[in-house]
């Protein structure tokens, strides 16, 4: 599966962005992720999906801010990110594996897109 991130750019503090993953196979009933990387810091998890139940979750640092969706007909994801803060500077990456039990752990996604940068100013 290869997956493709768009939509990253530079954005003021309080703005939004809305972040694309394209996947080049079905992602039905996958765990899809969004996670992210600051200089210097580890990559943590963001946000995930299951894209046959579409059930989701977030890291606390986001909750109320971002929203991850599909579109299944697009073997799409999104994450929509608003009230942009400077600590969400980042390169974000879409991930996936076909059943994820720890979501915010790198380790337990199979693919990986080549990530995105967010630079909030």
């Known amino acids: 599966v290869q997956l493709v991130e768009s939509g990253g750019g530079s954005v003021q503090v309080g703005g939004s962005l809305r972040l694309s993953c394209a996947a080049s196979?079905?992602?039905?009933?996958?765990?899809m992720g969004w996670f992210r990387q600051a200089p210097g810091k580890e990559r943590e998890g963001v946000a995930t999906?299951?894209?046959?139940?579409?059930?989701?979750d977030y890291a606390d640092s986001v909750k109320g801010r971002f929203t991850i969706s599909q579109d299944g007909a697009e073997n799409t994801v999104y994450l929509q990110m608003n009230s942009l803060k400077p600590e969400d500077t980042a390169i974000y990456y879409c991930?996936?594996?076909?059943?994820?039990?720890?979501?915010?752990?790198?380790?337990?996604?199979?693919?990986w897109g080549q990530g995105t940068q967010v630079t909030v100013s």
């Open positions: 991930a996936s594996t076909a059943l994820c039990t720890i979501w915010y752990s790198r380790y337990e996604y199979a693919y």
């Open positions: 999906i299951t894209t046959g139940t579409g059930n989701t």
């Open positions: 196979a079905p992602t039905y009933s996958m765990c």
